[in-house]
């Protein structure tokens, strides 16, 4: 079992905290002086005192930048140097706002990385397993969502480690193998040594030895695959050996302890390995009988590891001291051996080691052994509690870590089903609406096109007047020129001649004949007068064709609607020189305000009167009827479409009314862009 200690020191190098996050910045717009104390952390000449202060002023300037992706980045970054200092205060300070950031801000990423450090910290220096399982699981979990396999794999090693230490074997190689199935795709030759070796370990810890020397021989193949370090053999070849000691084939523990020992400048390369490897060469010569270099092995191998000051090798070399001694007999060396490694064990708190240590001075002391085996047997079972305790942590992390996850799935297939729901409810509205839209846009063009077609009537209605009128021109003109020509001009021709014969004549009969002349001359008069008369008549019935289709409406209107009405015009308005467009919309706009009168106003008197002047024609209609609130009641579509039509026109309309005192109507257009004519 003790090792493992030397072996796991492999395996933390290779699963420390989380590799390549160096402290540069690659794209990010810092501001400068966050830049400054990067650079100035750099210089190669400064002491660690010296990087710890740079830190914590970074620390402190990161704290105000606003972007929380680019200040949780910061934190870190920091963090990490803060951990490579050994700073572990300010490390859990900053690691642990960088968590609360990324939580805040769902930066996955880097909370799968914080945590990570988090739990490497916690592992190496607080040796707290359930924290730190905790944090590798959390961080697994959320590489696993981001699709990250391979960190998720180093995370699933990493507990598996972890899960080793607490001797929950069972569960350990379950997620060793599926850390394997992670890296062994992606062709990861270095983390997989690292499976196969702690698969070794926990096969010989179950000892189950075939298996254990399988795997570390499955270990040792790997290497070829991948530029490793030199030293790293010497661990497979050394934990080979351990297998075969623990099997008690010691001759082949030798051979193997001893072809790791060839590796070159193994001593200065890996001093704790090298002094183990002398210790294990020693205790298995010891054990197979082959007392040669014993007990200068033992010795040598506790002189390095006191050296160096590693407890766990200091221990081990006083434990297999005593045992060595006790084989010789010498009991009181053997004693004081085992007394040491109690000492040690306990300042250590190596709690495997402080039952190594009790079982045997249970052996060697006799006058206490009652009181070392019954301290050993509560320690034992209060370590196997603990144990136990340990591995229920873990199992109820990874319950209540699945569970959750099976929580956030149910939440987020929930949140995805109402976004389903939403997003369908949206199309369906959005369908409607357009729907609607178009319904009302169809309705419009309906309306258009039935207002156009009435227009076109009330033109081709008021072309069809004037092409009478002009056929009428055509037809009087035709008549007064017969008249003029047969009539008056024949008559005017004829008494013309007769006065010019009696010119020369003054008798009786030729005054006479002059006096009826003259009198024919009257009768021209009266006739050609007549005929100007008749003229003036169909002058005037021209002038009033727009009139009277104002006048025909409110005939038929007044009998429908049982008023009285009259119409005022302005003599100098000339209808013949207004713009066809503004007579039809005009026409329109009276139309509508009379039917409103008809259907609401209950009105006995309506007037209507029209009125121009250099710029506008005006047109009003009042009546007498009940009124209305103009604040309260809505346009329908009759005011609308008469306010439509004013605005096509380019003028305005007022519309004034109260209740009880009847309605007046204003329309104001302008004259200037709707005359036909022009003076010059």
């Not at 007990?295 to 000051?309: C, E």
């Not at 024919?520 to 005929?531: A, D, G, V």
């Not at 009124?627 to 329908?636: A, C, E, L, Y």
């Not at 096509?648 to 257009?669: F, M, R, Y």
Request: glycine residues 4%; proline residues 1%.
């Amino acid at each position: 079992m003790k090792y493992k200690y030397y072996i796991y020191l492999i395996l933390f190098f290779l699963l420390s905290c989380s590799e390549g996050f160096d402290f540069h910045e690659k794209n990010l717009a810092v501001n400068d002086s966050l830049k400054f104390y990067i650079d100035e952390y750099k210089r190669q000449d400064l002491t660690d005192q010296q990087k710890n202060n740079i830190l914590l002023k970074a620390f402190k300037f990161a704290e105000q930048i606003n972007s929380d992706s680019l200040k949780n980045n910061y934190y870190k970054r920091i963090s990490y140097q803060f951990y490579k200092l050994g700073d572990t205060s300010n490390f859990l300070n900053v690691n642990n706002k960088g968590v609360e950031l990324s939580e805040k801000i769902n930066d996955s990423t880097t909370l799968a990385i914080l945590l990570w450090d988090a739990a490497t910290y916690y592992r190496d220096k607080q040796l707290k397993n359930k924290e730190a399982y905790e944090r590798y699981f959390k961080a697994k979990s959320i590489f696993e969502d981001l699709g990250n396999d391979y960190n998720a794999a180093k995370m699933l090693l990493n507990m598996a480690i972890i899960q080793t230490n607490v001797r929950d074997y069972i569960g350990s190689e379950n997620t060793t193998i599926t850390a394997i199935n992670k890296f062994e795709p992606l062709g990861k030759q270095q983390y997989l040594y690292s499976c196969y070796n702690n698969i070794g370990i926990i096969n010989n810890e179950l000892e189950e030895y075939q298996d254990a020397l399988y795997y570390h021989r499955k270990a040792l193949k790997t290497l070829d695959r991948f530029e490793s370090d030199p030293t790293l053999k010497a661990v497979s070849l050394n934990n080979i050996g351990v297998v075969y000691k623990n099997k008690g084939s010691y001759d082949d523990a030798i051979t193997s302890f001893n072809q790791a020992l060839t590796v070159d400048s193994l001593f200065y390369k890996n001093t704790i390995l090298y002094s183990a490897l002398l210790d294990n060469i020693a205790f298995s010569n010891f054990k197979s009988g082959n007392n040669a270099e014993i007990p200068y092995l033992f010795y040598k191998a506790k002189q390095i590891r006191d050296s160096i000051k590693f407890d766990p090798g200091m221990i081990e070399s006083r434990l297999n001291l005593s045992d060595y001694f006790l084989g010789e007999g010498n009991y009181d060396k053997a004693l004081s051996y085992a007394k040491e490694a109690k000492k040690l064990s306990e300042e250590s708190n190596y709690t495997d080691d402080i039952l190594a240590s009790l079982l045997k001075l249970s052996k060697l002391d006799t006058l206490n052994a009652r009181a070392y085996a019954n301290r050993y047997i509560v320690l034992s079972d209060s370590l196997q509690a603990q144990e136990r305790l340990m591995q229920n942590k873990f199992a109820r992390i990874r319950y209540e870590t699945d569970e959750y996850i099976d929580k956030n799935n149910a939440l987020s297939e929930r949140v995805r089903n109402i976004t389903i729901s939403l997003l369908i409810a949206l199309v369906v509205f959005g369908l409607l609406f357009v729907i609607k839209s178009q319904l009302s846009k169809n309705n419009q063009l309906k309306l258009e096109r039935e207002q156009q077609l009435a227009n076109e009537q009330i033109y081709n209605l008021m072309i069809d007047q004037q092409n009478k009128i002009s056929e009428g021109r055509k037809r009087e003109k035709q008549r007064i020129s017969k008249e003029l020509h047969d009539g008056v001009l024949g008559s005017l021709f004829g008494t013309r001649l007769s006065l010019g014969s009696l010119n020369t004549k003054h008798d009786e009969s030729a005054i006479n004949n002059r006096q009826n002349y003259i009198d024919r001359l009257k009768e021209i008069e009266e006739e050609i007068r007549s005929i100007s008369h008749n003229l003036q008549s169909k002058v005037l019935k021209e002038e009033q064709v727009f009139t009277s289709l104002i006048e025909e409406l409110l005939e038929i209107q007044s009998k429908a609607g049982n008023f009285n009405y009259a119409i005022q015009t302005q003599t100098d308005l000339d209808w013949d020189m207004i713009d066809g467009k503004v007579k039809i919309n005009i026409y329109r706009i009276l139309q509508e305000a009379i039917q409103n009168i008809n259907k609401y106003a209950d009105a006995t008197e309506v007037l209507l009167t029209f009125n121009a002047n250099q710029n506008h024609i005006k047109v009003t209609i009042e009546d007498d009827g009940v009124g209305f609130n103009v604040q309260k009641k809505s346009q329908g579509i009759g005011l609308s479409n008469m306010t439509s039509r004013v605005k096509d026109l380019q003028g305005t309309i007022k519309i004034t009314s109260e209740l009880s005192k009847g309605t007046l109507i204003e329309v104001t257009v302008p004259k200037t862009n709707y005359f036909d004519k022009k003076t010059a």
